[in-house]
């Protein structure tokens, strides 16, 4: 199953530690960058070192994104001298070191390349006898400036065939990092859109097995739908259901194996189509995106069938619409693969 990792910033750390006391113990990744110089102090180093000593107390797995930089800053020649004075378990490289120099220190700890820059056979070369080796999308504060799909999976494709791991970040829904607070993303298309359905679409479209939340902020609500679909594969579909069928909200229920592209079958609607009575026609409206429908009487023995619509469809008066995808999640609503689990519920 995917894992969610959070990415943490030494100027919004305080804000942010209460997050991190929830999950502790989890061993959960954590992004953590040494190399932004708007974050730079005459204390830098020392909040640095607090701040990694705390998040290793409470368990977590942190990765440090380093560069020259870094070295610099903290007054260090070795990358490697840093990484254990700081408690690093991962070094994510950025820029500044030659392809020998971080073989070399692949070979001391795990490392994490630029999957956005790096070439696959140079990305060979230096899994070559390493601890372990991963690669890492960058995430993009600019709107217009994230990665599009056919890239991303190109590169992300290249990278798994030379045998690493790929990771990639999703934006955060609450606190938003500036000074641009617009999301940070690795995929253009996911700027603004729920953390939850951004996951979703890395997770099951992709196959990206490391997720980062980008910004500082994520909302309980949003972590728990995340977090519920790493552990049980069940993806919480936000829906506004109409009052009569709102007895749906919370059931799991599967998308049918043969449900053909741009529809999702709910394969156990026929046990849960009991309402009490025939279905009688009504709201026999356009099917947008993101419909939730439920065939009527007219249609014979497939009345009280479930149906959720993935792009629109003309009106039919033998399907009602029921209900309607909250808007931004329709996304998660496509990351629905044949036979898996889904649930629609309230909010």
């Known amino acids: 199953m995917p894992e969610l990792g959070r990415s943490v910033y030494l100027t919004s750390f305080e804000s942010q530690r209460p997050a991190f006391q929830r999950d502790a113990g989890s061993s959960s990744p954590v992004f953590l960058s040494l190399h932004m110089s708007e974050e730079f102090s005459s204390d830098y180093c020392r909040r640095a070192e607090e701040a990694c000593r705390w998040l290793a107390g409470q368990g977590y797995r942190i990765i440090g994104d380093v560069s020259v930089k870094t070295m610099e800053q903290f007054g260090e020649r070795d990358l490697g001298a840093l990484a254990q004075r700081l408690g690093l378990w991962a070094l994510r490289v950025d820029y500044g070191l030659s392809e020998e120099e971080t073989a070399a220190l692949a070979r001391q700890f795990p490392v994490i390349l630029n999957a956005s820059t790096i070439s696959p056979t140079a990305a060979r070369r230096i899994a070559d006898g390493a601890v372990k080796v991963m690669a890492m999308h960058n995430f993009y504060p600019r709107p217009e400036t994230g990665l599009d799909d056919a890239f991303f999976r190109k590169t992300t494709r290249a990278l798994r065939e030379a045998g690493l791991s790929v990771l990639a970040f ?63 594969g069940i993806l919480e579909i936000p829906a506004m259901l109409a009052e009569p069928y709102r007895a749906l909200y919370g059931r799991v229920f599967t998308n049918r194996a043969d449900s053909p592209a741009g529809l999702i079958r709910f394969a156990e609607s026929r046990t849960y189509s009991c309402f009490g009575e025939a279905v009688a026609p009504g709201n026999c409206n356009l099917r947008k995106a993101g419909s939730v429908t439920l065939d009527n009487s007219r249609y014979g023995r497939y009345s009280g069938e479930l149906q959720l619509t993935l792009g629109d469809r003309d009106p039919d008066d033998r399907v009602n619409v029921i209900g309607q995808v909250e808007e931004g999640y329709l996304l998660l609503a496509q990351s629905i693969r044949r036979g898996a689990k889904f649930c629609l519920t309230p909010d």
């Open 170 to 232: 999703i934006p955060g829904d609450e606190e938003l990092r500036g000074p641009l607070h617009l999301g940070l993303p690795t995929i253009e298309r996911h700027r603004g859109l729920p953390p939850s359905a951004c996951f979703a679409d890395l997770a099951v479209n992709f196959g990206v097995e490391e997720i980062f939340v980008g910004d500082p902020g994520l909302s309980l609500r949003e972590e728990a739908r995340i977090r519920r679909f790493c552990r049980e």
